[in-house]
């Protein structure tokens, strides 16, 4: 990813895993994509959530999962409503979990390079507090 992007994500991550709620999630895809991930934080602890588009998603779900086994990041289901996610434990550090986002990006979606990202806050917002 763009070095702009990823000092954004750290930052974004970092202020999220002081300030947030388990209810608190980034939303992050890359820029003039529909590609997306989803970032929460359980406990000080980040998860890597990829929300399941349906059946004809397969190949990519599949992907994810196995870059989490790669990574060493045991992967559970949950459902968020009527909506089916993988989620996966990334660990407590704001810079290693930037690197695993990146890397997620690059297995499941094919995204290489300098590519931008756009981050969107669910459920917390730095602007609400100043």
Same mark, same amino acid.
């Given at each position: 990813?763009?070095?702009?992007?990823?000092? !954004? @994500?750290?930052?974004?991550?970092?202020?999220? &895993?002081?300030?947030?709620? $388990? @209810?608190?999630? @980034?939303?992050?895809? +890359?820029?003039?994509t529909s590609n997306?991930?989803?970032a929460g934080i359980?406990?000080?602890?980040?998860? @890597?959530?990829?929300?399941?588009?349906?059946?004809?998603?397969?190949?990519?779900?599949?992907?994810?999962?196995?870059?989490?086994?790669?990574?060493?990041?045991?992967?559970?289901? &949950?459902?968020?409503?009527? !909506?089916? +996610?993988?989620?996966?434990?990334?660990?407590?550090?704001?810079?290693?979990?930037?690197?695993?986002?990146?890397?997620?990006? $690059?297995? +499941?979606?094919? !995204? $290489?390079? $300098?590519?931008?990202? +756009?981050?969107? &806050?669910?459920?917390?917002?730095? &602007?609400?507090?100043?």
């Amino acid at each position: 990813m763009h070095e702009v992007s990823r000092r !954004e @994500l750290i930052g974004e991550l970092a202020y999220m &895993q002081q300030h947030g709620t $388990s @209810l608190s999630m @980034l939303i992050i895809t +890359v820029r003039n994509t529909s590609n997306g991930l989803l970032a929460g934080i359980v406990g000080g602890v980040f998860s @890597l959530d990829y929300p399941i588009a349906g059946w004809l998603d397969f190949r990519r779900t599949q992907r994810f999962k196995a870059f989490c086994k790669r990574q060493g990041f045991s992967t559970c289901r &949950q459902k968020w409503g009527s !909506e089916r +996610v993988i989620r996966a434990e990334i660990g407590m550090n704001p810079a290693s979990a930037a690197d695993a986002i990146d890397a997620c990006f $690059s297995a +499941v979606f094919m !995204e $290489s390079g $300098s590519f931008g990202l +756009v981050l969107r &806050q669910f459920g917390w917002s730095k &602007q609400a507090e100043a």
